[in-house]
T-cell receptor
């Protein structure tokens, strides 16, 4: 069983640029969530996709956007990068909505540094 | 919205010491409660969970009891090992927002031999 994989693992961008992060969900999982984890903080919910539709969004501006594809993989896009966007971005998949199963399966994250 | 207050770290213990990491939460309805663990260089993984009041979650020697009256879900282990060194996160999922986990800030545990 293949776990959640994310790419790239590390990347450096400059302020104002755009970035795309990718996530392959675990086999059999149809729900993908994205979290932002700033250094020394807990993960903060960005949004969740269920069967290719956004199914909830946290307190993040519209320049954070996402997609889910028919194979349930997902992308996180961030436009007009700001210094405060520097963080570890975590993708998590689950076989159902978080409220039903509770267990999220996390990837190891993409560490974004904005200079 | 939901919120979590977790014991500030870092916590440093000697091997075989007793561990308690406190967690209290606010959430709508009757949340499910989780502890996740992040080992160095790895992603988050579920440690244990409890889905209703008075339930006890347990795994790898860790335990936590869902206390509705005190809105708490404290993590305990009777005898920690060096391999338990990690960051621990408490996270409720409430019925009012059943699509997301609300994480605490995390508690860094270091266990010395």
């Amino acid at each position: 069983e293949t776990g959640v994989t994310q790419s790239p693992t590390h990347l450096i961008k400059t302020r104002g640029q755009q970035v795309t992060l990718r996530c392959s969900s675990q086999s059999g999982h149809n729900t993908v969530s994205w979290y932002q984890q700033a250094l020394g903080q807990g993960p903060q919910f960005i949004f969740q996709y269920y069967r290719e539709e956004e199914n909830g969004r946290g307190n993040f501006p519209p320049r954070f956007s996402g997609l889910q594809f028919p194979n349930y993989s997902s992308e996180l896009n961030v436009n007009a990068l700001e210094l405060d966007d520097s963080a570890l971005y975590l993708c998590a998949s689950s076989p159902g909505l978080a409220g039903n199963t509770g267990e999220l399966f996390f990837g190891e994250g993409s560490r974004l540094t904005v200079l | 919205g939901d919120s979590v207050t977790q014991m500030e770290g870092p916590v440093t213990l000697s091997e075989e010491a007793f561990l308690t990491i406190n967690c209290t939460y606010t959430a709508t309805g009757y949340p499910s409660l989780f502890w996740y663990v992040q080992y160095p260089g790895e992603g988050l993984q579920l440690l244990l969970k409890a889905t209703k009041a008075d339930d006890k979650g347990s795994n790898k020697g860790f335990e936590a009891t869902y206390r509705k009256e005190t809105t708490s879900f404290h993590l305990e282990k009777g005898s920690v090992q060096v391999s338990d060194s990690a960051v621990y996160f408490c996270a409720p999922v409430s019925g009012g927002s059943n699509y997301k986990l609300t994480f605490g800030k995390g508690t860094l545990l270091t266990v010395n031999p």
